[in-house]
């Protein structure tokens, strides 16, 4: 299996599975060290949802977190954009600190936050009015960003007059509008029926092949994770700890053939088994 | 346009119909007039009477209007306070449910002992009974807005006040307007309790008289004008309401 997809792809490792990656390299564009995080519950005592996450992402890299429900990866994105502080260990961008919201970010949640009072392109530039900058100015980029995700027909349109496809796509141009380097996902296609999630990884790889991102991106879905990206973070059930990462590397872009790809498979496989043997996955 | 006609046209006729079995029971019982009077008498009186019933409508609409204006611009900032705010909160709703639990028409007799028998006290009742329904639907709306939007709102570096405002506010519109339209009705019940229990003015002393007078005819002729004022007044919300938030769900008219 294995040697037929290194004669495949003509690179001698396709798949690498690495345990940990080294904690501490500068240059790096997100370091996270040892980041725990507990939540105290209603009766008083504390759950612990994220346990000693040590993790670096580097500048234009595509990574998924990619676990079971409540493994904290939506913590672990919430403290990367400083919107909870870790309970202990430290977490920088660039170098400095996450003490204080991270706004130089583009969010994009399952729910599409969309303000139901506002048109496609008035939800775009509110990027730009929440900043306290004026929106004029960005208009233009606005309605090119808005039909280059198909949608210029649309921009006058009120959210509760597209579908849901059709909103997210919105909300990845509101995330998008003020061109951060940084893009955050927290599950964005995981209300998406198959058909549209599927379109939306591709339209999602090819804005991130354009812009080149960085782009941490939570999902619960194996094959997503590895057709989207750089590499995959597989996290254990509560308390998130980080299991293994995987290295895809197979080519880009990925088209509807990666999926078929023997890389692809074998990764899905590792990746179902790893689940299996923590408990996630009964067989 | 069409739909706007269609509309009319099954309004008019739920009126029709009330007035047709209106007269069929008082023909059917022989109704004497000082009990039931026929929609025929009661017009007659609207007609006879239409001056005086206009001039005392007058006033009861601006005693109305006055208790709802301020009880909405009070309820409404208190509302975002102790959204806010939960030192507020603390310290605000309890007091302000307290006197919830006071049946508010009860405090009419004692409003007329602090303020005498002008306007203030009829204002003060229709304040006081138009008042709770807002600060409610405001919370619930205020409250009700999804956690992550707020957070989507950090994350743009927005300060406070702008989030309220952007997002918040526009969010809560809809459950505000409904707390106006309960109290809108309210703010009628409320001026009207006033004028009963002591005033020289308005429809409320106009059904009082009539009472008075076994003028049922008359009383009738008050009640519908009153109904008319109430309709009136919760219409005149409703048009607010579709020019404030034609995004609204409740206000789409045409379908997906």
Known sequence: M??????????????RAVKSVATGEHGAFIELNAISKSFSTRDGSSTLAVDG?????????????????GCGKSTLLSIIAGLIQPTSGEAHIEGKPILAPYTNIGIVFQNDLLLDWRTVLGNV???FE?????????????????????????????????????????????????????????????????????????????????????????????????????????????????????????????????????????????????????????? | M???????????????????????????????????????????????????????????????????????????????AIVISPMLERLLYPPMVATQSIPKIALAP??????????????????LIAFFPIVIDTIVGLRSIDPAMLQLARS??????????????????????????VASSLAVVGALTGEFVGSDKGLGYLLVQASGNLNTALLFATLVVLSALAMAFFYLIEVLERIAIPW?????????
């Open chain 1, 2 to 15: 294995s040697g037929r997809s290194q004669t495949v792809l003509g690179t001698p490792t396709v798949v």
């Open chain 1, 53 to 69: 996450v040590d993790l670096d992402i580097g500048a234009s890299e595509f990574v998924s977190l990619l676990g079971p429900s």
């Open chain 1, 125 to 127: 530039l509110i990027q």
């Open chain 1, 130 to 283: 929440m900043r306290g900058m004026k929106r004029e100015p960005h208009r233009e980029r606005a309605r090119a960003l808005i039909s280059s995700v198909g949608l210029s027909e649309f921009e006058s349109k009120y959210p509760w007059e597209l579908s849901g496809g059709m909103r997210q796509r919105v909300a990845i141009c509101r995330a998008l509008i003020h061109d951060p380097p940084l893009l955050l996902m927290d599950e964005p296609f995981g209300a998406l029926d198959a058909l549209t999630r599927a379109q939306l990884q591709i339209d999602l790889q090819n804005i991130w092949q354009s812009s080149r991102k960085t782009v941490v991106f939570v999902t619960h879905s194996i094959e997503e994770a590895v057709f989207l990206s750089d590499r995959v973070i597989v996290m254990t059930p509560r308390p998130g700890r980080v299991r293994e990462i995987f290295t895809i590397d197979l080519p880009r872009p990925r088209g509807l053939d990666a999926r078929a790809h023997p890389a692809f498979t074998e990764v899905i496989h590792r990746v179902n088994h790893l689940f299996e043997e923590m408990g996630v996955i009964r067989g």
């Open chain 2, 2 to 80: 069409h739909a706007r006609i269609h509309h009319l046209f099954w309004t008019a006729g739920s009126f029709a119909i009330v007035f047709a079995s209106w007269e069929v029971v008082v023909r059917l019982f022989a109704m004497p007039q000082y009990l039931l009077p026929g929609p025929g008498p009661v017009f007659v009186a609207l007609a006879k009477n239409f001056a005086i019933i206009l001039s005392q409508t007058w006033w009861t609409a601006a005693t109305v209007l006055a208790g709802f204006i301020i009880a909405a611009a009070v309820a409404v900032p208190l509302a975002m």
């Open chain 2, 110 to 127: 004692l409003f007329i002992v602090w303020f005498g028998f002008g306007v203030v006290p009829k204002v003060a009742v229709a304040f």
């Open chain 2, 156 to 181: 743009m570096g927005a300060p406070p006040h702008r989030a309220f405002l952007k997002m918040r506010l526009p969010h809560a519109l809809p459950a505000i307007f409904g707390g106006l339209k």
């Open chain 2, 248 to 256: 609204h769900a409740s206000q789409r008219t045409h379908p997906l």
